[in-house]
């Protein structure tokens, strides 16, 4: 199974990621803030990851890294 990481302190909560994944279980977690005052990404279906990498692919901070 595919395996997503995010740097929280990296991302900047563009969002991008979200719209690229095909499964849309790449979302903004609105619960949390990190450190620069932005809501990270999260995955919320690990399960359902494809390993496509298209988030990791789409983020310009590179705060997204997807190992299969």
Not at 22 to 51: Q, Y
Not at 59 to 66: G, M, Y
Request: aromatic share 2%; net charge positive.
């Amino acid at each position: 199974m595919p395996k997503i990481t995010v740097l929280e302190d990296v991302c900047q909560g563009c969002a991008l990621c979200a719209g690229a994944c095909p499964k849309k279980i790449v979302a903004l977690d609105e619960s949390k803030l990190n450190a620069k005052g932005f809501h990270p990404a999260s995955v919320r279906e690990p399960d359902k990851c494809t390993g496509c990498a298209f988030c990791a692919t789409m983020c310009p901070h590179v705060a997204i890294t997807v190992e299969r």
